[in-house]
Nanobody, 124 residues
Framework: QVQLVESGGGLVQAGGSLRLSCAASGCTFSSYAMGWFRQAPGKEREFVAAISWSGGSVYYADSVKDRFTISRDNGKNTVYLGMNSLTPEGTCSYSC?????????????????WGQGTQLSVSS
């Protein structure tokens, strides 16, 4: 069974930086595309960033482009989300996800497994 465990969330001031991690187990990590989605209370889960199985292709939502960086370490079975210039709008639960044969990286239905999420709160 594939398990994804996120970590690194917390409370940060607006303008600050943080890095989230997602550790995978129970799968051949290097064969999975990985993504990060986020969800604010009362809102739909939205795409943040994704990375192909090799790390050769990365994708970002327009709202985070140039501020967030997704990366992966296949030797450590871990995917990261580096976040800079955080704003209060970034206050969400961030979940990582894994999928094989992903076509549209921004679509939730393309992924097979989800973590429980880690909470980020950005104070103004």
């Amino acid at each position: 069974q594939v398990q994804l465990v996120e970590s690194g969330g917390g409370l940060v001031q607006a303008g600050g930086s943080l890095r989230l991690s997602c550790a995978a187990s129970g799968c051949t990590f290097s064969s999975y595309a990985m993504g990060w989605f986020r969800q604010a209370p009362g809102k739909e889960r939205e795409f943040v960033a994704a990375i192909s199985w090799s790390g050769g292709s990365v994708y970002y939502a327009d709202s985070v482009k140039d501020r967030f960086t997704i990366s992966r370490d296949n030797g450590k079975n871990t995917v990261y989300l580096g976040m800079n210039s955080l704003t209060p709008e970034g206050t969400c639960s961030y979940s990582c996800t894994a999928g094989r044969g992903v076509g549209d990286y921004s679509q939730r239905d393309e992924y097979d497994y989800w973590g429980q999420g880690t909470q980020l709160s950005v104070s103004s």
